[in-house]
């Protein structure tokens, strides 16, 4: 007990850094530091291992995290953030000190506040702010006294039940947040007594019912924030009363009406945010004279863009997209325009050439539309150009040569037009790019082999055009590329060089390549998906296609190949229709039936002697393997052992007996040994099925700890990540119950599921197709897993890789998220190109990545919403090369096209269970939002989802 002790008391220390100075407290307040020094030191809650020691010193005045007053003589603020504390016992303490202004006690893991807080606390006059923010509260206080509390944060915590008296003492407070809680009921109107108030923030709720206007009585607020919750009705017209509002954001609610012109009286608002909503009607003319940032994406705004809407000179920020609008976009745009995103409305005309006055333009999203004429060679003046989207458009003309001045640009998405012309090898200057877009366009001529110089691009898209001649030998030197699709043209010769980074997929297929399959592919070691069908490919298939370890999908339909088909893996979906000289590689058996013709004498002789034959070779090849392995035994005992992985740590993490009792890591290495324990096989890792010597069985996952992408070096901070996973308690999370760390790899054991992947059960079984209330029970449970995950205590936890193969069913209603350790081990610095290891799998990457190379809980979102609609649809993420998500928002731009995105199987059941597939799908679609922003929260997802029984 004293070492631990001993242990726990450098957190503080290192916390309270020294400055030897002399100490002018009075002896209470050193009294009290003191006190609250051992209370803190002893917290079990503590994190020793993440604090050094050092010399305790009497001045509490110097301690990191303490502020004196400017004599040293009283203590004015403290700061205990993201210290792991738990004791309510510590709150009181700091109360004891009358001086006290500020009190910071967020990022800890406070379950509630003891009533002694509130009534000691409440008595010191002088204290300003108090933030519990990022705790686990699950109930507001209800205070009394703080009569000179201005600043009070109890944001990001699990507070729950209604709001209003609570806070009714607090007349002199000046910012209020409570946002992202569980609050529910009505807005109060009584926040009309806080005349002083500036800043409020209640979003991230559930809140329901309308806006009073009562609040406009709080004439001095600078910042509304109420998105996130689930409010109804319009925008009061007492908004306008505002005159000192600078930022009102409603978004992600379900507000309807038209926008209020009395907000255009507010000359200091310069943020309005009200994207995912209902709103109607057309923008008032006038609605950006003073705004800096406006949204009203995901709303059914119409009508045309006001022509001044984008030319205030202060306008930094404009997303209107995914509504209604239409007309032409206005030519006199803000020199300051940052972003414009108008996409996905009914917009016609042709670019305005003026957009090459914006220097300071970075992102132009103006994809989905009816635009008409040529992209406008004044772009080429855009310099700070990094994303450009004009794709699904009816744009014509070449591609021209002045965009290659855009040397910032990132992304540039020009799918479905009808632009022609070749690709100019000035695109080649580009040296920025990342993501490359071209397809379905009528572009001809041959791939210029300048394209080799794009060292940066990681997706090139070039499928649906009339491309001809050979892939240029040169596309071999994109090192970083991960995706290419050539499909769709009328690509041919000999294929000699491919980057050997590809990942994603690699598409050639409706070309015109012929003889063998070219062993350039046998590079291809991280690929997952190949496409080869619809050409002229003849001979055998070959084997070092099986041998791509990661590989998923294999498509060879409508060739000329011949042969036997090779025996690949159970996770590899291989297509080879059409391919009349295909053989199986397993002799099929022979049904017999009435009202068949019986099968003749001489076809069954022919397959009795080819059994026989079949025998013979596995008796010679067992007595072969019999004699080696006699000889290896023989060579093991004269000390000649085979090298077995060095094992550096090996752990039990569960406190289940069960268990404890079952685990035996010698049986569990035996069965990794063995490739026919091979279940589940992703970029990053492989499940394996280890029986114990009880029976019991486990997955026991396999991560090569090899490949760079991982942390190397960190095996013992890789085990403390691995006991804090151990510790999560959520059935729909798979949580590791014990590792095995080796040097070249790691090995974590799960519990078992029977039932394989979500992937698995929808599409790879026929034998157990997937009834509505199964897959509503997995949609609940993979959304309870998420929203645990993204509101841990100590800080989210993402998944790099959600999809319908990283979540494991334990049964056909039970799903668990699986994967959740990559976070924490997969180091993007040492990535070599790859950037998938932090994206994800193909379908579920959410588009954003292309130009923010970021995971976040938003993207996270994204990928849960490709689920929800794999689960409505029955159809995979990917299909055709045409993306799920984007297929579905397609169609869901018309009402009546909305059934046709449900499974037909299953909607046509009952109308019960149609009217709830449809709720369900637009949750689904506002997931799969373009906008990050526009996404809900998972806790707002799983609430949703709940209410559409």
């Known amino acids: 007990m004293r070492r631990r002790y001993v242990d726990i008391s450098s957190v503080l220390l290192c916390f309270f850094l020294i400055d030897y100075v002399s100490s002018q407290l009075s002896p209470a307040q050193n009294s009290t530091m003191s006190r609250l020094y051992g209370l803190v030191t002893s917290n079990t809650s503590s994190n020793p291992n993440e604090w050094t020691h050092v010399e305790f010193a009497q001045n509490p005045c110097s301690w990191s995290g303490v502020s004196c007053s400017v004599d040293n003589t009283s203590v004015i603020r403290l700061k205990f953030a993201k210290f792991g504390l738990s004791d309510v016992e510590i709150l009181s303490v700091p109360c004891q000190l009358d001086s006290l202004e500020s009190l910071d006690f967020s990022n800890n893991h406070f379950g509630g506040i003891p009533n002694e807080f509130i009534d000691v606390c409440g008595k010191i006059s002088g204290l300003k702010t108090l933030n519990f923010s990022r705790n686990r509260l699950v109930q507001l206080p209800v205070f009394k006294g703080f009569l000179g509390l201005e600043f009070l944060d109890f944001s990001f915590n699990e507070i729950n039940g209604t709001f209003g008296s609570q806070l009714n003492d607090l007349a002199g407070l000046k910012g209020l947040n409570l946002g992202d809680n569980k609050l529910s009921g009505l807005l109060p109107a009584s926040l009309e007594n806080f005349s002083q108030l500036k800043e409020l923030q209640l979003g991230g709720n559930e809140f329901q019912g309308s806006i009073p206007g009562e609040i406009a009585n709080c004439r001095n607020l600078t910042l509304i924030d109420l998105g996130g919750n689930r409010l109804s009705g319009l925008i009061p017209e007492r908004f306008g009363e505002l005159l000192e509002l600078e930022s009102l954001i409603l978004s992600v609610n379900n507000l309807s009406g038209e926008i209020p012109k009395s907000l255009l009286k507010i000359t200091t608002l310069s943020r309005f945010s009200a994207h995912q909503n209902n709103f109607v009607g057309e923008i008032p003319v006038g609605m950006t004279k003073h705004l800096k940032i406006l949204d009203l994406s995901f709303n059914k705004l119409n009508g045309s863009i006001p022509v001044d809407l984008l030319s205030p000179s202060n306008l930094e920020t404009v997303d209107l997209s995914d509504n209604g609008m239409v007309g032409s976009i206005p030519a006199d745009i803000s020199p300051r325009l940052f972003r414009l995103r108008l996409g996905n409305n009914y917009l016609s005309g042709t670019i305005p050439t003026s957009f090459g006055k914006l220097s300071n333009l970075t992102y132009l999203e103006l994809e989905n539309n009816m635009l008409t004429g040529q992209i406008p060679p004044e772009l080429g003046l855009c310099h700070s150009l990094a994303l450009l989207n004009f794709g699904y458009n009816n744009l014509s003309g070449t591609l021209q040569e002045q965009l290659g001045k855009l040397t910032n640009l990132q992304v540039l998405y020009l799918q479905f037009n009808n632009l022609s012309g070749i690709i100019p090898d000035r695109i080649s200057e580009l040296y920025s790019l990342q993501r490359l877009n071209l397809s379905r366009n009528a572009f001809s001529g041959q791939i210029p082999s300048s394209i080799s110089s794009l060292k940066n691009l990681t997706n090139l898209y070039l499928q649906g055009n009339q491309l001809s001649g050979a892939i240029p030998d040169t596309i071999g030197g994109l090192s970083n590329l991960i995706e290419l699709q050539l499909g769709n043209n009328q690509l041919g010769g000999v294929i000699k060089s491919l980057p050997k980074s590809l990942q994603i997929a690699l598409n050639l297929s409706k070309n015109n390549f012929e003889g063998d399959i070219p062993k350039v592919l046998s590079t291809l070691g991280l690929l997952e998906v190949l496409d080869l069908s619809n050409n002229k490919f003849s001979g055998k298939i070959p084997e070092f296609l099986v041998n791509l370890g990661t590989l ?170 691995l006991k804090v996973l151990g510790k999560l308690n959520n059935s729909n999370v798979m949580s590791p119950l014990a590792y095995v760390l080796a040097t070249d790899n790691a090995y974590l054991f799960y519990e078992f599921a029977e039932n394989g992947t979500l992937f698995d059960f929808l599409y790879n079984n026929s034998d157990n197709e997937l009834e509505w209330s199964s897959r509503y029970s997995i949609a609940l449970g993979v959304a309870q897993g998420l929203a645990f995950l993204h509101g841990y205590t100590s800080g989210p936890i993402l998944l790099l890789d959600l999809s319908s193969k990283s979540i494991m069913l334990k049964s056909s209603k039970e799903p668990q998220l699986g994967d959740i350790e990559l976070f924490k081990v997969i180091d993007p610095a040492k990535s070599t190109g790859s950037l998938s290891t932090i994206a994800g799998s193909v379908g579920y990457i959410p588009p954003e990545y292309a130009y923010t190379m970021r995971v976040t809980m938003a993207a996270n979102v994204y990928s849960f919403g490709v689920i929800l609609l794999e689960l409505l649809s029955g159809k995979p993420a990917v299909s055709q090369g045409m993306e799920l998500a984007k297929w579905a928002l397609s169609k869901s731009s018309q009402q009546d096209k909305l059934d046709q995105i449900l499974d037909f199987r299953l909607s046509r059941t009952s109308p019960a269970i149609k009217s709830q597939m449809l709720s369900i799908l637009k949750v689904a679609l506002t997931c799969v939002s373009v906008s990050p922003d526009a996404r809900p929260k998972m806790k707002s997802v799983l609430r949703m989802l709940l209410t559409a029984r």
């Open 552 to 721: 998923t999908h294999l498509l060879l339909s409508n060739n000329q190949l011949s042969g036997v088909i090779p025996m690949f893996g159970t996770h590899v979906t291989v297509d080879t229709n059409g391919n009349k000289g295909l053989i199986r590689s397993t002799t099929p058996s022979l049904p017999v039936s009435k009202g068949k013709r019986k099968v003749s004498a001489g076809v069954v002789i022919a397959t009795a002697a080819s059994v026989l034959v079949v025998a013979i070779i596995v008796f010679v090849a067992l007595y072969i393997f019999r004699k080696y392995y006699r000889v290896n035994n023989v060579h093991s005992s004269l000390g000649e052992d085979i090298p077995q992985p060095q094992v550096v740590q090996r752990k039990l993490l569960t406190e289940n007996g069960i268990h404890r009792s079952n685990i035996e890591f010698n049986s569990a290495m035996n069965a990794v040994a063995n490739p026919s324990n091979i279940m589940v096989k992703t970029r990053f890792s492989t499940y394996y099925k280890a029986v114990m010597p009880s029976g019991k069985k486990y997955f026991v996952k396999k991560l090569n700890w090899s490949d760079k992408i991982f942390q190397m070096g960190s095996h013992e901070k890789f085990g403390e990540e």
